[in-house]
């Protein structure tokens, strides 16, 4: 089948609403979004102690942090399907072949990222403001506020990169999810297993998916940066 006909019936399966297909986008969007959702605060929450505290330990944390996000989604996966089978000590939980599963590995590979690109965020903002803001005895919450309402460009990009991260991984959710039809098989998981079978035009409409979001989500974060919304 040549490149132009399997583009011809890929626009064809997203233009007709193919169940299949929309079914497969659903899973993978929500699980994604839930991940994201889950991993957020709490990143957030240690990137700023990371940033604005010292403590013993502290680089070794950073370090490690640093370090996990270079490990391989499927060695995530490992790990995650030997703690959740029947003999891992969370086998009684039954999540393994769930979205929950999906949900948790997604949760374990974003949240490095997050706290490390967003630690970098709040490190680049202006100290002096905070030393004057605790001399003045304001309270560490609306200094945490203010300080992320100044950094809120490089945190919302933080945030899409980890999610443009999650949405995209195909190792840890093939592992842990099973790739179930209708309910954990995801567009990373589609188009690995359509692509191997030789059924193309399913694999490139779920690629023109992904290309969709990250393009929207970019011009999203541009045309907001550009109204001011989130200029630092």
Known sequence: MSLWQTTLDALTLLVSFDSE?????????????AAISL???????LAFVL???NFR?????????NTLQAVPTVVIGLLLYMTLSRSGPLGDWQMLFTQKAMIAGQMLICFPILVSM?????QSSDRRSVETAMTLGVSVPRIAA????????PLCAATIAGFSRIV???G???????NIMGLTRNIPTAIAMESHKGAFAQGVALGMVLLSLALALNFLLTSMRGKGYLRT
């Open 118 to 122: 967003m630690h970098g965020a709040l």
């Open 146 to 153: 203010t300080i992320m309402w100044e950094t809120r460009f």
């Open 57 to 65: 330990g502290k680089w070794l944390l950073l370090s490690l942090i």
């Open 21 to 33: 297909l929309w079914e497969i986008v659903a899973v993978s969007f929500s699980v994604s979004l």
């Open 51 to 53: 940033a604005y505290t």
């Open 168 to 170: 995209t991984e195909v």
């Open 39 to 45: 991993v957020m605060v709490p990143s957030v929450l």
């Open 172 to 178: 840890c959710s093939m592992m842990v999810g099973g």
